[in-house]
């Protein structure tokens, strides 16, 4: 079973009230085809959960080929054996692609990492632990 981390309801300087757990942000600047970037570690009795993704292609990406990325689950922060895909796409040389509004449970235990077929992809991935019972 799940459950939230609980924390106290508090207020934005807007004005609006945050009752959920707040957002971690990872950056990978994923510049090596296969290579695995990790962008989160398990925590012992925590569950990770995916909230939003950005991805953007650069001027290094080829104009023949997409550079496809593969954000995974893996067993180690290093490895590109992909255990579970979470999400794959494709991005064209300048593309951006943004994904809001996820709610992507990772398996616990294990780590959430990333790869492309291309040099370079910049990405972002915005997410919060839950603790487990």
């Known amino acids: 079973m799940i459950e939230f981390v609980p924390r106290t309801p508090s207020v934005a300087s807007d004005g609006t009230e945050i009752v959920t757990p707040s957002d ?67 991005l064209v040389r300048f593309g951006v692609y943004t994904f809001t509004s996820l709610h992507i449970l990772v398996n616990p235990g294990v780590f959430v990492s990333g790869k492309t077929t291309d040099a370079t992809v910049y990405a972002n991935l915005l997410g919060f632990y839950i603790q487990l019972r």
């Open 24 to 90: 971690l942000v990872s950056f990978q600047k994923m510049d090596t085809p296969d290579t695995a970037y990790n962008f989160f570690r398990p925590r012992e009795g925590m569950q990770f959960c995916i909230t939003a993704l950005s991805l953007r292609a650069n001027k290094d990406v080829s104009d023949a080929t997409d550079a496809e990325v593969i954000i995974y689950e893996t067993t180690s922060d290093s490895s590109v054996v992909v255990a579970e895909t979470l999400l794959e796409d494709a």
